[in-house]
């Protein structure tokens, strides 16, 4: 299986890697998947007071707010995870953060898409995906837009299987709108793993994704810690034994 790789806002390829690293060894060593990692098009500055937690530049986004528009550094809603809120269910937690509103970021997405495709045309075929916090944003809205292209289209999505750790849920493709599972029917119907740490402040955010999840298919795996990846042996092998299962049950094959 040949993941296609995508890390969180103000990361880099390289950093990925790094941080995928126990991973990545767990599933190459007996030939389950092989990797490629990419970062966003949009080279970003982190917010003030977490340039240590995102290691030496360069630093990279999927999505940013688009430069036309009028906005202060609250618009962008990364700004905002210092104060995330804390409501009854994964989606109001959304919608309170959201509440203030955020800058458009509608010509970034849309830009962003168009990077994702031509790298699945001239990097492909990929398998399945992985990404991490906004990688998995993206990642999720990718999955949505090649639904819709089939419907609209007729052309067969690449992704059969997608990795999710520690994301928010999608936009949707067309109207740009987050999509809450209590709000919207839109589904995300390949099989899913939805990688959480319970200790994570972020995490009602990982549950919102996983509810607009085929919840036939969706599998939900707690690694017990914070907004991280798992790297301790035995839960990187549980882990790599979720993915396997998952591609016998598939039939997920290169």
């Given at each position: 299986?040949r993941?296609?790789?995508?890390?969180?806002?103000?990361?880099?390829?390289?950093?990925?890697?790094?941080?995928?690293?126990?991973?990545?060894?767990?599933?190459?060593?007996?030939?389950?998947?092989?990797?490629?990692?990419?970062?966003?098009?949009?080279k970003?500055?982190?917010?003030?007071?977490?340039?240590?937690?995102?290691?030496?530049?360069?630093?990279?986004?999927f999505?940013?707010?688009?430069?036309?528009?009028?906005?202060?550094?609250?618009?962008?809603?990364?700004?905002r995870?210092?104060?995330?809120?804390?409501?009854?269910?994964?989606?109001?937690t959304?919608?309170?953060l959201m509440?203030?509103?955020?800058?458009?970021?509608?010509?970034?997405?849309?830009?962003?898409?168009?990077?994702?495709?031509?790298?699945?045309?001239?990097?492909?075929?990929?398998?399945?995906?992985?990404?991490?916090?906004?990688?998995?944003t993206?990642?999720?809205?990718?999955?949505?837009?090649?639904?819709?292209?089939?419907?609209?289209?007729g052309?067969?999505?690449?992704?059969?299987?997608?990795?999710?750790?520690?994301?928010?849920?999608?936009?949707?493709?067309?109207?740009?709108?987050?999509?809450?599972?209590?709000?919207?029917?839109?589904?995300?119907e390949?099989?899913?793993?939805?990688?959480?740490?319970?200790?994570?402040?972020?995490?009602?955010?990982?549950?919102a994704?996983y509810?607009?999840?085929?919840p036939?298919?969706?599998?939900?795996?707690?690694h017990?810690?914070?907004?991280?990846?798992?790297?301790?042996?035995?839960?990187?092998?549980?882990?790599?034994?979720?993915?396997?299962?998952?591609?016998?049950?598939?039939?997920?094959?290169?």
């Amino acid at each position: 299986m040949r993941f296609l790789c995508l890390p969180g806002a103000y990361g880099s390829s390289d950093k990925f890697q790094v941080q995928l690293a126990p991973i990545v060894k767990e599933l190459t060593e007996d030939g389950t998947a092989t990797f490629h990692f990419i970062h966003g098009p949009c080279k970003a500055v982190p917010p003030e007071g977490f340039e240590e937690y995102f290691g030496k530049p360069p630093y990279f986004r999927f999505i940013e707010p688009d430069q036309d528009v009028e906005k202060t550094e609250d618009d962008d809603v990364l700004a905002r995870i210092r104060e995330f809120p804390d409501c009854e269910t994964p989606e109001d937690t959304m919608r309170e953060l959201m509440r203030e509103g955020i800058a458009t970021s509608h010509r970034s997405t849309d830009n962003a898409l168009k990077y994702l495709v031509n790298i699945m045309e001239e990097r492909g075929p990929f398998d399945a995906i992985i990404g991490y916090s906004e990688g998995a944003t993206i990642a999720a809205t990718l999955l949505l837009h090649e639904q819709r292209r089939f419907k609209r289209k007729g052309i067969t999505p690449m992704f059969k299987y997608a990795i999710f750790f520690a994301g928010w849920p999608p936009v949707d493709p067309d109207t740009h709108a987050m999509i809450l599972s209590d709000e919207s029917e839109v589904m995300i119907e390949i099989p899913t793993c939805h990688i959480i740490g319970s200790l994570d402040p972020y995490v009602h955010g990982s549950l919102a994704l996983y509810n607009v999840c085929d919840p036939d298919t969706a599998y939900l795996f707690d690694h017990a810690k914070g907004h991280t990846l798992p790297r301790d042996k035995d839960t990187v092998k549980e882990l790599g034994d979720v993915v396997r299962d998952a591609m016998q049950t598939y039939d997920i094959h290169t």
